[in-house]
Nanobody
Framework: QVQLEESGGGRVQPGGSLRLSCAAS??????????TKWYREGPGQERELVAR???????VYADSVKGRFTISRDSQKNIIYLQMNNLKPDDTAVYYC?????????WGKGTLVVVSS
């Protein structure tokens, strides 16, 4: 059984920082599942891709977070991170990690980030 578990959310003032983590466990047919993407879903908004890791460890970011967010991974622990700096109220959302492979499309339950003064 595959589990993706996000952590690190919370309430922060504008301009503050948070680091989210996503730990993956389990496998499908003996294949380890590696999370590679962070999404978010703001109040009344559709889920959107925030950041992703590509196969060569290149990174892709939504325009709204470029220069402020950094995605990274610890391959040994199978954890991905999202370092979020200079947070803005528009960053308020539930943040989800995701892994989509031929073995399935896996999501965590999300972690809430609230940016407010």
């Amino acid at each position: 059984q595959v589990q993706l578990e996000e952590s690190g959310g919370g309430r922060v003032q504008p301009g503050g920082s948070l680091r989210l983590s996503c730990a993956a466990s389990g496998s499908v047919s003996g294949n380890t599942i590696y999370p590679t993407k962070w999404y978010r879903e703001g109040p009344g908004q559709e889920r959107e891709l925030v950041a992703r890791l590509l196969g060569d460890d290149a990174t892709v970011y939504a325009d709204s977070v470029k220069g402020r967010f950094t995605i990274s991974r610890d391959s040994q622990k199978n954890i991905i991170y999202l370092q979020m700096n200079n947070l803005k109220p528009d960053d308020t959302a539930v943040y989800y990690c995701n892994s989509r492979t031929i073995n399935g499309n896996f999501w965590g339950k999300g972690t809430l980030v609230v940016v407010s003064s």
